[in-house]
């Protein structure tokens, strides 16, 4: 069986959500930052190997539910192209990122 090659693509949101959360944890720990930062890229490399391996989500996402920060990568797969809609804060209210799946 041919592995599928996906293209990666971020709304601007999450984007937003990635870099804020980053600095938010350099304002406290520069090393908390780091380790966020690199789990954050080990799972958009996961994501990419294996987009179909994360755990259904919310509103028909896919999500990756990080083990020591509170936040799910959220993302959609369409066709061949893996489309992250947000980086999810769990105390924040679910879906509150659901508009982005009409972009």
């Known amino acids: 069986m041919a592995k599928r090659n996906f293209q990666t693509e971020f709304h601007p949101e999450a984007i937003r ?4 959360s980053i ?4 304002d406290r720990n ?9 789990l954050v890229q080990a799972a958009e490399s996961l994501i990419e190997r294996s987009p179909e391996s994360c755990a259904p989500y919310l509103h028909e996402t896919l999500g990756y ?5 509170p936040f799910v990568l959220a993302y959609i797969l369409r066709e061949d192209r893996i489309y992250f809609v947000a980086l999810a804060h769990t105390r924040r209210k679910p879906g509150y990122w659901r508009d982005r799946l009409e972009d």
Do not use: G
């Open 17 to 20: 959500e990635i870099r804020e």
């Open 30 to 38: 520069e090393q908390a930052a780091d380790a966020f930062r690199s």
């Open 23 to 26: 600095q938010w944890y350099r």
């Open 65 to 69: 539910r990080f083990q020591k920060y």
